[in-house]
């Protein structure tokens, strides 16, 4: 399953993204599906997870109320709806999968075994 992350941009602070990741290949089928984020010269960073089946949102504390996780399960996408967005929020995002996490590992980066190509978000000052 190959995923392909699309929707970065540059962005005046206080503006808005919508970062969408779509899975293609086989049947797509994971448990939970998220994104990171990783800013020049830092490691990658959780920023948001969603079960892909059932309910469950999962957010880093500095991103909740701003960002919006949700997944639209007949188009195998899921989507990052980003508002509020501050400079501090540039960096390559990248969204993954994981058909095997659990829950208390939801926000480890080393749970993921699928990846897409990152997209840069740039929040201008």
């Known amino acids: 399953v190959q995923l392909q992350a699309s929707g970065g941009g540059l962005v005046q602070t206080g503006g808005s993204l919508r970062l969408s990741c779509a899975a293609s290949?086989?049947?797509?089928?994971?448990?939970?599906v998220a994104w990171f984020r990783q800013a020049p010269g830092k490691e990658r960073d959780f920023v948001a997870a969603?079960?892909?089946?059932?309910?469950?949102?999962y957010y880093e504390d500095s991103v909740k109320g701003r960002f919006a996780i949700s997944r639209d399960r007949g188009a195998n996408t899921w989507y990052l709806q980003m508002g509020s967005l501050r400079p501090e929020d540039t960096a390559v995002y990248y969204c993954?999968?994981?058909?095997?996490?659990?829950?208390?590992?939801?926000?480890?980066?080393?749970?993921?075994?699928?990846w897409g190509q990152g997209t840069l978000v740039t929040v201008s000052s």
């Open positions: 969603i079960k892909w089946s059932g309910s469950g949102t």
């Open positions: 993954a999968e994981s058909p095997s996490v659990i829950q208390s590992n939801i926000r480890n980066r080393i749970a993921y075994n699928n």
């Open positions: 290949g086989r049947a797509f089928s994971t448990r939970v």
